[in-house]
């Protein structure tokens, strides 16, 4: 796994969910601590801010009617019927702590459901980069980690799952998925010892 062929996929971190006023922080606050997945995701990026690989973020966001929506269900509905991630508002906004990245952190928008390959130019960018191996960090993890890292599995990249950089609605839905369901496609490891193992091989 070399760092010029892998890139940092971030998902959801968005105010509606990380945000302390957030409409949607109610959703993933029982998962683990917000605040916790956040700071272990801003220092990874951190620690590979001057490495050679890819950050990109893949903000969700709708126009004000979410006429992108069709009877929504599920996840979609709530985030219709809460006013979520609505484009040119506060709540929408990539959350501030990455603002410190810049240009570094790519920003690859689109997305419109739980898939972050889905409408958007995702593959493209990676294809463009070489890119063969991605980390996967965000919210939620039993839906848009979920979806995205089968998505990326079946399109041929080396999927990993950052345990400690995403969020479940559930201490036991976030154990359950780590445990028993990622692992049937991806690795699954804590942030830390994915880097150095990045570290080991560039």
């Not at 945000?19 to 620690?47: K, Q, Y």
């Not at 992108?68 to 702590?97: M, N």
């Amino acid at each position: 796994m070399h760092a010029a062929e892998t890139a940092l996929i971030l998902i959801g971190f968005q105010n509606d969910y990380f945000r302390r006023d957030g409409v949607l922080r109610a959703a993933i606050e029982d998962g683990r601590s917000v605040d916790d997945v956040l700071a272990h995701t801003t220092a990874l990026m951190s620690r590979l801010a001057d490495s050679p690989v890819t950050m990109i973020a893949t903000p969700i966001l709708f126009t004000p009617t979410y006429e992108e929506l069709v009877e929504p269900t599920g996840i979609l509905k709530v985030v219709r019927d809460s006013g979520a991630f609505r484009a040119g508002t506060p709540g929408g906004e990539t959350v501030q702590e990455f603002a410190t990245f810049g240009d570094r952190l790519l920003q690859v928008p689109g997305k419109r459901g739980l898939n972050a390959f889905s409408n958007t130019d995702l593959d493209r960018v990676l294809q463009e980069r070489g890119i063969k191996n991605i980390a996967l960090a965000g919210a939620i993890t039993s839906v848009c980690i979920d979806s995205t890292g089968r998505a990326a599995t079946e399109r041929g990249y080396r999927v990993t799952v950052l345990s400690d950089c995403t969020v479940g609605r559930t201490p036991f839905e976030q154990e359950f998925f780590c445990r028993e369901i990622l692992p049937l496609y991806a690795d699954v490891c804590a942030a830390d010892a994915w880097a150095s193992r990045l570290e080991q091989t560039t």
